[in-house]
């Protein structure tokens, strides 16, 4: 059997036991099939992406910048945007029921969603999640790593089937990202897109397919400065004075998070694949973060082993951030690149800085059917004690009405023409920031 604990190391910790414990010293706990600590098992996948999809071309119009550009440095073709009025909670909930359906399932007893970009400060979307997907008042709880959220909600998710707090789990990764981007960058534009991925988790024996083994979690603060949004939380807002507007926007340092990129998930995966007794080159399939076509070529490279190997769906969602691991994984197994049987790896890198992985040989599952759409959000219900509100007035003058603006872009946010073709080309540093985030810098420009 494949140990479900392995030796600690600078590339990740293993998941399962407490510092100087050991299986044999720990508590008795609950009982898997085989006698042993139950293993979470993977029973269903599902995914969805909004419906507006935004190529490059449309993208960089603003800009006036080349297209090809962009898929040149990232592997990125084109990526999926919220509409108006969508949030990552829709996202999460059609993700989620589309995994439940594929594991045959109605309920589950845990909620775990790893996203960024929750739909309020407080509370955690989780549990709205739970709510809107009638599963009743199961335990639920968001993770917040970025984009290892998936990896770290993964690990919380065993822990606890292997306590027996939850004999299944929903694990769900989302994230509407677009909204947390300047939209006057298209160094972060160009790369980021909206999404979510899920799958059910079920306690089983540690040997069977779909078992989840060799969790490693890591992290770093002491970098967390090279990816950050670092306006609106409690350390800004205890300053007294008002945040800047451009401090509330994603950002990252391209070059320093291209190299711990490829450092950290090599290191990680390879460790997961080890946990498993596998070599790198007996690994089937290797789903990693789909930060850049870059990164995942030069992972490739460290783990010397053919890129064809490598499960990848960037040229046409993006980095999705925490939906970016659970997206590949439905989208490996609708295309039939993901079949069972197959020796997988999945690891990911993130602010924090952050990183995770996790080996399985992949169960039989039905193909899950194309992402859903995401599920607008019910109208809140009217508070009591409220005065209903007035009705809107209507507007009598036709030449008022004639003379409103056209709504913004979903994909630009400027409608206006006339302020695009007076837009200056991206700087030189601009460029350099992109190419930072999808160039491995050891081979130069």
């Known amino acids: 059997m494949t140990p479900a604990i392995a030796p600690g190391t600078a590339s990740g910790t293993p998941v399962g036991t407490a510092p100087g414990m050991t299986p044999a010293t720990a508590s008795a706990g609950p ?22 999809v935004v190529p490059n071309e449309e993208l960089v119009a603003w800009w006036e910048a080349d297209a090809e550009w962009i898929r040149a440095r990232t592997g990125i073709e ?17 993700a989620g029921r589309q995994a439940l359906a594929n594991a045959g399932v109605g309920g589950v007893d845990a909620v775990v969603v790893a996203t960024g970009t929750a739909d309020q400060l407080s509370p955690a979307v989780a549990p709205q999640v739970a709510a809107r997907l009638g599963l009743g008042p199961v335990a639920a709880f968001d993770v917040g790593a970025v984009c290892t959220g998936f ?31 300047d939209p006057d960058d298209l160094t972060t534009r160009a790369v980021f897109g909206d999404g979510a991925g899920a799958v059910v988790l079920r306690a089983g024996a540690a040997g069977e397919p779909g078992a989840l083994t060799g969790l490693r979690l890591g992290s770093d603060g002491g970098r967390h400065q090279l990816i950050e949004i670092p306006g609106g939380g409690s350390r800004q807002r205890a ?8 401090d509330l926007y994603f950002r990252m340092q391209g070059r320093a998070v291209f190299s711990q990129a490829v450092t950290r998930m090599a290191a990680t995966a390879r460790n997961s694949a080890a946990d ?11 789903v990693l973060h789909q930060a850049n076509a870059r990164i995942l070529a030069a992972v490739a490279r460290e783990l010397r082993v053919p890129a064809g190997r490598f499960v990848s769906n960037i040229a046409t969602v993006g980095n999705t951030v925490a939906a970016s691991v659970p997206l590949a994984i439905a989208d490996g197994v609708a295309g039939g690149r993901l079949r069972a049987g197959h020796r ?42 409220e005065p209903p509100p007035a009705a809107p007035r209507r507007d009598t003058d036709r030449s008022a009405r004639a003379a409103r603006p056209e709504p913004p872009s979903a994909a630009r946010r400027h409608a206006d023409p006339s ?21 491995d810098p050891s081979r130069g420009r």
């Open 344 to 385: 997988v790896v999945l690891a990911a890198f993130g602010g924090g800085l952050t990183w995770g992985s996790a080996a399985t040989v992949w169960p039989d599952l039905p193909t899950p059917p194309l992402p859903a759409a995401p599920e607008p959000a019910p109208p809140a219900a009217p508070d009591p004690s």
């Open 78 to 94: 084109r990526r999926h945007v919220v509409s108006p009025g969508e949030a990552t909670g829709d996202l999460a909930v059609a």
């Open 239 to 246: 300053t007294g004075q008002p945040v800047k507007e451009s």
């Open 31 to 52: 009982v898997g099939p085989d006698g042993g600590v139950p293993a979470a098992v993977v029973a269903g996948v599902g995914a969805c992406l909004p419906a507006v």
């Open 276 to 286: 498993a007794g596998w070599a790198p080159g007996d690994v089937d399939r290797w």
């Open 419 to 439: 302020v695009r073709a007076a837009r200056p080309e991206p700087s030189p540093a601009a460029r350099r920031h992109v190419e930072g985030a999808g160039t």
């Open 151 to 181: 990896l770290y909600a993964l690990a919380a998710a065993a822990g606890l089937l292997a306590a027996g707090t939850a004999r299944s789990a929903l694990v769900i990764g989302a994230d509407a990202f677009t909204t947390v981007l």
